[in-house]
């Protein structure tokens, strides 16, 4: 992968809004960075299904039996 990707996707996903400067990221080693771009696509993965998960279980709250409350099936008497 080019090395301006690599970059820019590790810079995006630390949420800098600046190039790091020589000496610092750019001459750290390629299997390194390699590294931290599949530790943050598993972090991103992550959230996601957690976001996903939370948004199922609120439609199963709200889409059914008034809330989520369970009321008996008979009549009261």
Known sequence: MHS????????DNM???HLPCAGG????DPDLMD???VLFNLRN???ADEQKRQQDEMKNRTGRGGGGIKRPAGRRR
């Open 15 to 17: 949420k800098w809004n």
């Open 4 to 11: 301006a990707i690599v970059m820019f996707a590790l810079c």
């Open 25 to 28: 990221l750019y001459d750290q």
């Open 35 to 37: 590294k931290f771009s």
């Open 45 to 47: 993965q992550h959230q």
